[in-house]
């Protein structure tokens, strides 16, 4: 018989032995199977797909906002100089995409222990 899943670990269990604990997307299946009663199938169909509909809109440079939680963009960076840190040799750096986030109040205010007041 297998046993049940934890929740994630509080706040103040963050730091054990200085290693903060990581949250897969396999754990948060397992989520869904305990907290919702999804099978475990579905579960993982689900977690997969939502990931899924945020890669592809962010590739379509469409902006994910998650409301309570925060917003994923994309943001370019113009070409520049960098420099090889061994050698000081300067090398070209291309432009690019990068991903970016940006917490919502809410999700600030929660991290911080602070109260519901942010909604």
Known sequence: MAT?????????????DGVIPTL???EL????????????????????AFFDVVVESLCQGVEVKLSGFGHFGIRNKAARPGRNPRTGEIIPIDERQVVTFH?????????????DSAS
């Open 103 to 115: 917490a919502s109040p809410k999700l600030k205010a929660m991290v911080q222990g602070e109260s």
């Open 24 to 26: 897969t997307k396999a």
């Open 4 to 16: 049940a899943r934890q929740s994630p670990v509080a706040a103040s269990e963050v730091l054990q």
């Open 29 to 48: 299946a397992d989520l869904l199977f305990d907290r919702v009663g999804f099978n475990k199938r579905e579960s993982k169909e689900m977690v997969d």
